[in-house]
């Protein structure tokens, strides 16, 4: 059993940390304003810190479940943030979504305190991560990996090593980025459909039954079908990000992103009309209002 510490108990955070406290694991928890209820955790055993260096101080591990790298670099490396406590011979899990060459940065950082880092972004849902069945895509050293193994399998079913440190971040928004794009073509696809008088029932029926089908018209099915957004509980503005990040990582390796750079611009475009917090499924009323 090891002594984790968690930075980011949002909706996948949240998930994670159960499943931790399930397999017998000593967990200590960054109390922060953009939490999920700790209630239930602290009643399973969980302990909460104030300051991240505290926290790191008595962890053997560290997982950050955070939105992107600016939060990433400040909790690690900020005024009280992880590096200022952390022990030597412990280890650094990034699950968040980053930029590469971030993740890098601070895995350097990282080794200079003397201690190890892996990336280990995810992919699936809360719902999975809840079930402790997340997919995890991990980067860093092989031997480094196999013994943190044990632990990344308390929540995750499917558990890939993608290579070198900041691997596992190349491989999350290259994910993101076809998945998120298909959901994309298809919003546009379904509001041109609208326009054009095709009842959805018959386009997301036809789409299935050919080319058009699997997972993102799955889950974009229920909104075309009856309006309900809980298919993907992906925000608008989180697939920005993803999209942001996607493109910066291409353009640093001189990559092709004609494509990427349009779907961007097309949340972009759809982020700026659309209600706080908005989902991605929404897209698709969102594209089919955006011309008289």
Do not use: W
Not at 88 to 107: F, K, L
Not at 157 to 185: F, Q, R
Not at 186 to 200: F, S
Not at 277 to 283: K, V
């Amino acid at each position: 059993m090891k002594k984790i510490g968690m930075v980011g108990i949002g909706m996948m955070g949240h998930g994670i940390a159960t499943n931790l406290l399930k397999h017998g694991h000593a967990l200590a928890l960054l109390e922060h304003s953009g939490n999920q209820p700790l209630d239930a955790l602290k009643a399973a055993g969980a302990v909460s810190f104030t300051s991240a260096a505290e926290l790191a101080a008595r962890s053997e591990v560290v997982i950050l479940v955070l939105t992107g790298s600016p939060q990433v670099e400040a909790v690690l490396t900020g005024p009280h943030g992880v590096l200022a406590g952390l022990k030597p011979g412990s280890v650094v899990i990034d699950c968040s979504t980053a930029i590469p060459a971030s993740t890098i940065r601070m895995a350097q950082a990282v080794k200079a305190a003397g201690s190890g880092m892996l990336d280990a972004p995810m992919t699936r849902t809360p719902k999975e991560a809840a079930e402790g069945r997340l997919n995890l895509l991990v980067g860093g050293d092989a031997d480094l990996f196999a013994a943190l193994r044990p632990v990344l399998a308390c929540f995750a079913e499917n558990i890939t090593h993608v290579g070198a440190v900041g691997a596992g971040h190349s491989m999350k928004l290259l994910h993101n980025y076809v998945s998120l794009g298909s959901v994309a073509l298809l919003a546009e696809a379904a509001a041109c459909a609208q326009r054009n008088g095709v009842a959805p029932e018959i386009f997301v029926d036809v789409l299935a039954k050919g080319g058009g089908g699997g997972t993102a018209l799955e889950r974009l099915k229920p909104y075309l079908l009856s309006g309900d957004s809980t298919g993907l509980r992906f925000s608008i503005s989180n697939a920005c990000k993803d999209l942001t990040y996607y493109n910066t990582m291409a353009g640093d390796a001189g990559a092709e992103l004609a494509i990427a750079a349009s779907v961007l611009s097309t949340l972009e475009g759809a982020l700026a009309r659309a209600a706080p917090g908005a989902l991605l499924p929404e897209l698709a009323s969102l594209l089919a209002g955006s011309k008289a």
